[in-house]
């Protein structure tokens, strides 16, 4: 069963947050870097963050953990105000990019220096070294040093320590992005089971929108100091609320033209006089004769070699490049318009048996929930 369709307070009037920025800004001199931000953050979430570079989302991650203070508005961890708070008195924990090993220290060494520091008894540290070692699979590591180990276990006995003294709420800045592409999908689904085994709410900054789709039970899509969109990673790919989430999640086609019709869930887009206007789903803030874009994945897009009389969402184009992924390849189609559409087909044939290959003249189409109209 799907974790989130069990695990949603956010949809709960009556869950309270374990975070919460209330009208939050925070400001460099003249330059903005978060605008007046609002947003609640639950127990037991695996919260991501995403944004371009200089989209505000390390900024809103440092004040969370203590080491920036807002320049306006309020935030609030388990119902207790951080203003003025120092990062040490804090019950949050921080991983960075780096890990930030002793490269003197024993793995077991490097666990137990924060805690030989904090209000636990000496009597009891060796049992949780022991129980963090057996947490992320490293127990038979303990007595190694941090340039004995490979990235992906460095990354475990970083997230071991961070986790050691059992913070409220654990910060990971880009914690996978030393990882090459095999490993960080790994490690991935042990960050997901390490972090619903210990119950901590886990906050990713991330750039990898499929780092933070396959993790994430929310996602907030950020943009120069502004919350775009935050969604489950099901709603933020299948009903964004802008082109701008459109495009920077994952891979889409955008098609500009003009709405000619409208109903409570659905709307006509005009776009070519060559061809039928599109029909669609739509998002919010549409009106009929206002210009509008229409966004549908590649995936969702049908390619044959005869036209689909059965669509009324159909186009017709040249193959002008294939780009072959192994499991998947990608059709990119030049319509008489000019307008390049991609279409995604799964791999099912050797390649000696596929039918479609360059400068073929191919129709395109697609069903009228596959996609959405998004106001510009």
Known sequence: MNQNAIFAPW?????????????????????????????????????????????????????LGGFEEASEGTITIDGQNMAGIPANKRAVNMMFQSYALFPHLTVADNLAFGLKRSDMPKSEIQGRVEEMLRLVQL?????????????????????????????KLLLLDEPLGALDKKLRHETQFELMDIQEKTGTTFVIVTHDQEEAMT???????????????????????????????????????????????????????????????????????????SSAAFAIRPEKVTI????????????????????????????????????????QTANNRRISRRNITWKDTVWLSWTDTAGIILHK
């Open 304 to 343: 044959d070699t005869e036209e689909p009389v059965d669509r009324h969402n159909r186009v017709t184009g040249q193959v002008e490049d294939i780009a072959y992924l192994g499991n998947i390849s990608t059709y990119y189609v030049r319509l008489a318009t000019g307008q390049l559409v991609k279409a």
């Open 139 to 167: 127990q038979k590591f303990a007595k190694r040093k941090p340039h004995q180990l490979s990235g992906g276990q460095r990354q475990r006995v970083a997230l071991a320590r961070a986790l050691a003294k059992a913070p």
């Open 215 to 289: 993790m994430a039970s929310r996602i907030a899509v950020m943009d120069h100091g502004k919350l775009v969109q935050v969604d489950t990673p099901a709603r933020v790919y299948e009903s964004p609320n802008s082109v701008y989430v459109a495009d920077f999640i994952g891979d889409v086609n955008i098609i500009e033209g003009t709405v000619t019709e409208i109903s409570e869930d659905a709307a006509e887009l005009s776009w070519s006089e060559h061809n039928n206007g599109l029909r669609a789903m739509v998002g919010e803030g549409v009106t009929k004769g």
């Open 11 to 63: 949809e709960d009037a009556k869950a309270k947050p374990l975070i919460s920025f209330d009208n939050v800004t925070k400001r460099y001199g003249d330059f903005t870097a978060i605008d007046k931000m609002s947003l609640a953050i639950y127990p037991k979430e695996f919260f991501a963050l995403l944004g371009p570079s200089g989209c505000g989302k390390t900024t809103l991650m440092r004040m």
